[in-house]
């Protein structure tokens, strides 16, 4: 009996865990058709069918859900094969990945000028959003990898930390009691200015504002740092910002007897991902990974 090839236990595999045929062949880069094709020469091979494709979609039979774990050891050896052999190939293809604002603020260009230099045919597609939509959609197989903070409470992703984002609180030093009021008193006056809920500092907030014992009189949220920069120059509230990002805006520091934690940042990838992409991503990511950097287009301006 011929035994099946890695390459028909990978179209599986993607094909069973992503939303769709259609993202599972994106992210091997094959057409349908031809991820399709695998699939039935992987059922022909076992004598038996892998999919139900009776309804709107393909789902798993009871067959298809006894191979997956085996197909996941399978392409989980083969990702620790490729490691230990440090391939460093030119890659080709699209790659689709995600990062927080952050990330698009400080480092993100010179990772994309470094990919390009060094995989000059690899099409990049980069998307910014908060860590929570980003973590769904490389869970989803709409991405090949993201960067987000902290690591992924999920069994089907992998984390591996790259780095670290270190805030502190800032306000415009024209607004009124800036200069004589602590953090405290200033947000029972303005409101407190922040990413909104799935941001990957929402629980860096949130811890600190728990152990100090203080609520926000009123909060104003919104998905873009450089907007929560800008309104905190424009006196609408207090904040915090990269702690590299105080001084060139033009901003007052505000002291804290107890700062804000520093905030991991981790690559993260799908189980069972045995592509060269990610540990060629991977290596890319931890050299050019810096939040400490100002921010870029002209926000200090």
């Known amino acids: 009996m011929p035994h099946p090839s890695v390459k028909q236990l990978e ?7 992503c939303a769709n045929f259609a993202t599972a062949a994106e992210r091997v880069h094959l057409s349908v058709s031809s991820l399709s094709k695998r699939i039935t ?23 298809g859900e006894r191979l997956l774990p085996a197909a996941l050891d399978v392409l989980n050896a083969m990702a620790m094969l490729g490691h230990a052999l440090n391939t460093r190939e030119e890659l080709a293809g699209h790659c689709r990945f995600g990062v927080g604002d952050l990330s698009a603020l400080t480092w993100l260009p010179t990772f994309v000028a470094a990919v390009r230099r060094t995989h000059p045919r690899l099409a990049l597609e980069p998307s910014v959003d908060v ?33 670290a984002a270190r805030f502190a609180w800032a306000v ?54 450089g907007a929560v920069a800008g309104m905190l120059r424009a006196e609408v509230g207090v904040g915090f ?30 189980r069972g991902d045995a592509r060269a992409l990610i540990p060629a991503m991977q290596r890319l990511v931890q050299a050019e990974v810096d939040f400490s950097a100002p921010p870029v287009l002209g926000l200090a301006a």
């Open 11 to 17: 179209a599986f595999w993607w094909a069973a865990t």
């Open 41 to 63: 020469e992987l059922e022909s091979t076992l004598g038996q069918p892998l999919f139900d494709r009776s309804g709107h979609r393909a789902v798993l039979t009871e067959a």
């Open 131 to 163: 860590g929570g939509v980003l973590e769904r959609r490389l869970d989803d197989g709409e991405l090949d990898f993201a960067v987000i903070a902290g690591r992924s409470s999920r069994s089907t992703l992998l984390s591996q930390l790259v780095g």
């Open 172 to 225: 415009s030093p024209s607004l009124p009691g800036a200069t004589r009021l602590g953090i405290k008193a200033l947000l029972q006056r303005y409101p407190l200015v922040t990413l909104p809920p799935g941001a990957g500092t929402t629980r860096l907030l949130d811890d600190w504002l728990l152990a100090q014992g203080v609520t926000a009189r009123e909060h104003i949220l919104c998905n873009s740092l």
């Open 241 to 270: 910002l990269p702690s590299g990002w105080v001084g060139p805006l033009g901003l007052r520091p505000l002291g804290a007897r107890t700062p804000l934690a520093p905030l991991q940042y981790s690559f993260q990838w799908r």
